[in-house]
């Protein structure tokens, strides 16, 4: 099965790294969900939420300040100035 290798990090540590089945994020011009096989892309973020589906695992939720996304040959890396992480199950 296909998966993104994903990396969150904050201008002073990693958040969060590994294999995911999905990513979404909060663009500038709105909500991105990023899947295996995806195009490539680079796009600006602003606050909100960031969340990783593992491909084991709870989700990962991160809320995150300005960044930016980079997506390309499944991989996705997600940098922002600063990050606060939680873990909820998903759709709590």
Do not use: C, K, N, Y
Not at 19 to 28: I, N, Q, T, Y
Not at 41 to 66: C, F, H, K, N, W
Not at 68 to 82: H, K, L, N, P
């Amino acid at each position: 099965m296909a998966h993104l290798e994903v990396d969150l990090v904050a201008a002073d540590r990693t958040i969060w790294s590994g294999e995911a089945s999905m990513v979404s994020a909060p663009a500038a011009d709105g909500e991105v969900g990023i899947l295996p096989g995806h195009t490539p892309l680079l796009a600006v973020l602003r606050a909100g939420e960031v969340r990783i589906t593992p491909v084991s695992g709870q989700m990962v939720r991160t809320s995150v300040d300005a960044g930016f996304i980079s997506v390309d040959a499944d991989r996705v890396t997600v940098v922002t100035d600063s990050a606060t992480r939680g873990s909820r199950p998903a759709g709590h």
